[in-house]
């Protein structure tokens, strides 16, 4: 059954770092478009980032650009998200999710941004 | 980027009644290949979101035929003849058709 688990979340202060990671099994991950999509506390989903299957285009929503990597290991099945300059409205719960497709996601990973 | 308007927002119904929920973009979703990339996810509590329906009506494997889609242009809806206790959560649309893709605010389903 195809599966994808997101992990990485955690409380940061603003302006700190974290790496989300994103282990895809049952399907072929190297076949596909991924993209990390983030749910506010009370709000709906918005697309953060994506990236091709070999990793030569990237694009990510305006308000991450120059804060944020997207990238993927396909040895290794895996998907990342490096996030600096952290901001209180970065705060969401993050999912992985097979862009494009859209029928695979992760359950998600919190990501708390509070001084 | 293009806007999804869910209505409601919240939808109380009664077991073995029916439900319906609006989505409307503010562009047309009909691509170049004559198909409209719309949507339906449930997120049920807990959960992570799974696809209902694909390109407005294509039910996904495994989902029971009481969910439908429809709608064209820049109206849709999903429908649910009959409300089971297992399909409280939340509905989301989203557009595929522009880029970036664009979901809708999430309609919260639960029973009266």
Redesign the interface.
């Given at each position: 059954e195809p599966q994808l688990v997101d992990s990485g979340g955690g409380v940061v202060q603003p302006g700190g770092s974290l790496r989300l990671s994103c282990e895809a099994s049952g399907f072929t991950f190297t076949s596909h478009w991924m993209a990390w999509v983030r749910q506010a506390p009370g709000?709906?989903?918005?697309?953060v980032a994506n990236i091709a299957q070999n990793g030569s285009e990237k694009?990510y929503?305006d308000s991450v650009k120059g804060r944020f990597t997207i990238s993927r290991d396909n040895a290794k099945n895996s998907l990342y998200l490096q996030m600096d300059s952290l901001r209180v409205e970065d705060t969401a719960v993050y999912?992985c999710?097979n862009?494009?497709i859209?029928?695979v996601?992760?359950?998600?990973t919190m990501v708390t941004v509070s001084s | 980027d293009v806007v999804m308007t869910q209505s409601p927002l919240s939808l109380p119904v009664t077991l073995g009644q029916p439900a319906s929920i609006s989505c409307r973009s503010t562009q047309s979703l009909v691509y170049s290949d004559g198909n409209a990339y719309l949507?339906w996810?449930q997120q049920r509590p807990g959960?992570?979101?799974?696809?209902l329906i694909?390109k407005v009506s294509k039910r996904?494997s495994g989902v029971p035929d009481r969910f439908s889609g429809s709608g064209s242009g820049t109206d849709f809806t999903l429908k649910i003849t009959r409300v089971e206790a297992e399909d409280v959560g939340v509905y989301?649309c989203?557009q595929?058709t522009h880029?970036?893709?664009?979901?809708?605010?999430?309609t919260k389903l639960e029973i009266k």
């Open positions: 709000k709906g989903l918005e697309w694009y929503i999912h999710v862009y494009g859209f029928d996601w992760g359950r998600g | 949507n996810f959960q992570s979101p799974r696809r694909s996904d989301f989203m595929g880029w970036p893709v664009t979901f809708g605010a999430g």
